[in-house]
């Protein structure tokens, strides 16, 4: 069936850029169908804070009537898009996902959004999160926790912290969308909600009007159905901003040009045996069907040995956000009349009683750990693992008092790149999900890879059942 038959809310969102930009799609059937697809669906998923319907269909309005006219900017042009709740939009609600922000309106608009709506882009609206984004389970105690559409029978955990990007997208009610990570808030969503997510290098997208959780590890980056919509939409977004000075000299890395070369000849590690324990039977093996399809495409796969377990970079990390985001919101986290998600005030207070010297010693051993990764990874191209140790758990068998960000944790501490993509099913229909670990500011690369991977394979091209 050609592109042209399907409902608009199906389509990727590089199909959609072909359809519009060849004048067979209109922006205004694009909106409309997706708004029709959230007021159907969204009520059960809650993927949206809020939804900017008028405004989004006057966008594809002017979108259409700029496009017909022969003023196409490019291939964004009239494409929707959900954005966290941590993105800054001039005079909308942005609450960072606490309800004593509910009715906090910005002053500005972040960088991220501007570049999309330069492009052409419609902001559909804004998702759910994780209170202050503090969490990878993707529950919300008070604003509510996005539903999992790939069991419309059991709540299971959709991801966080950015659930409601990931949920949103999964679900069809956006072609794609912006999430941010800072210790797996990307990769986790998109692993449960059988999405491609792309952790960025900090410095290579600005975080200028994101709501901070821990700066010195907060990345935003794109969650999309397929590696080709995260490598268009990351395209859109990443570049120098003198508001954001680590960005600068930075120039953009040209991901496109390189995403279409194939795996062969690249040098893949495998994770260290010892990392297996504790990890799900059905986990594993869609990792090593992985591999072994990776070998069979050309790459070489190679063992390495880690200087660390992953587990000591996490806590590693959780020492680092837990100052910095103690920081940033301590003076809430400590007023215990405030409504603070019951799970998520403990893990920000945990930065209470970091000193100075306990955060400038975890900083310096960053700086130790990375160097030593850089030696143990040798000259292998990327290192793959698990995103998750499990598929999408039930909802009421979450410990809050732990932490999903067991494999993807360990990006945010050493500053990589990661990109999560779909690597196959549970037996109960749940996805499973591979994570491509490369380099700092060597995105091309983890695109390559993860394309390559789903040129061989389909998981990418399952949907979630639909809801009745």
Not at 116 to 135: C, N, Q, R, S, Y
Not at 207 to 216: D, K, V, W
Not at 437 to 464: F, K, M, N, S
Request: aromatic fraction near 6%; glycine fraction near 10%.
């Amino acid at each position: 069936m050609s592109p042209a038959n399907i409902d608009p809310a199906l389509l990727s969102a590089a199909q959609l850029s072909q359809e519009i930009g060849a004048s067979r799609l209109s922006p205004v059937a694009v909106v409309d169908a997706l708004l029709a697809r959230i007021r159907t669906q969204d009520g059960k998923l809650h993927a949206y804070v809020e939804v900017y319907a008028d405004e989004a269909r006057l966008a594809a309005e002017a979108a259409e009537k700029a496009i017909r006219s022969g003023h196409y900017i490019g291939p964004l042009h009239g494409i929707p898009i959900a954005l966290k709740d941590l993105i800054e939009i001039e005079d909308r609600v942005t609450t960072g996902g606490t309800q004593v922000w509910h009715d906090r309106r910005s002053t500005y608009t972040a960088t991220i959004a501007r570049r999309m709506i330069a492009a052409g882009m419609i902001v559909l609206g804004k998702t759910h999160t994780v209170e202050f984004a503090m969490g990878g389970w993707g529950t919300n105690q008070h604003r509510g926790t996005p539903w999992n559409p790939w069991d419309p029978a059991v709540a299971r955990t959709p991801g966080g912290s950015s659930s409601g990007t990931g949920v949103a997208v999964a679900a069809c009610m956006a072609p794609w969308g912006i999430g941010t990570d800072t210790g797996g808030s990307v990769r986790l969503p998109a692993a449960w909600c059988g999405l491609s997510g792309l952790k960025t290098t900090i410095g290579r997208v600005s975080t200028y009007g994101i709501l901070p959780l821990s700066p010195s590890l907060d990345t935003p980056g794109p969650m999309a159905r397929s590696v080709e919509d995260a490598a268009l939409l990351y395209q859109a977004i990443e570049g120098p901003d003198p508001n954001d000075p680590r960005t600068l000299g930075r120039p953009p890395a040209g991901s496109l040009k390189v995403m279409r070369r194939g795996v062969r000849g690249l040098k893949l590690a495998r994770m260290p045996v010892i990392e297996r324990d504790h990890v799900a039977a059905e986990m594993l093996a869609a990792y090593d069907a992985a591999i072994d399809t990776f070998a069979r495409l050309g790459a070489e796969i190679v063992s390495v040995e880690l200087p660390r377990r992953f587990a000591d970079y996490t806590q590693l990390t959780g020492r680092i956000i837990g100052a910095e985001s103690y920081f940033l919101v301590g003076d809430l986290i400590d007023d215990m009349t405030l409504p603070i998600d019951e799970a998520v005030r403990p893990r920000i207070a945990s930065g209470r009683g970091v000193s100075a010297r306990d955060y400038l010693g975890a900083l310096r051993e960053q700086a130790e750990a990375k160097a030593e990764f850089a030696a143990a990874l040798g000259d292998a191209d990327a290192l793959l693992t698990p995103t998750t140790t499990t598929a999408a758990i039930p909802l009421e068998a979450v410990d809050q008092s732990t932490t999903p960000a067991h494999f993807t944790r360990f990006v945010n501490a050493l500053e990589l790149c990661a990109l999560a993509i779909p690597n196959g099913f549970t037996a109960g229909g749940l996805p499973l999900s591979l994570q491509i670990v490369c380099r700092a500011y060597d995105e091309a690369t983890a695109l390559r890879i993860g394309w390559g991977y789903q040129q061989a394979t389909d998981w990418h091209e399952r949907r979630p059942p639909e809801l009745g």
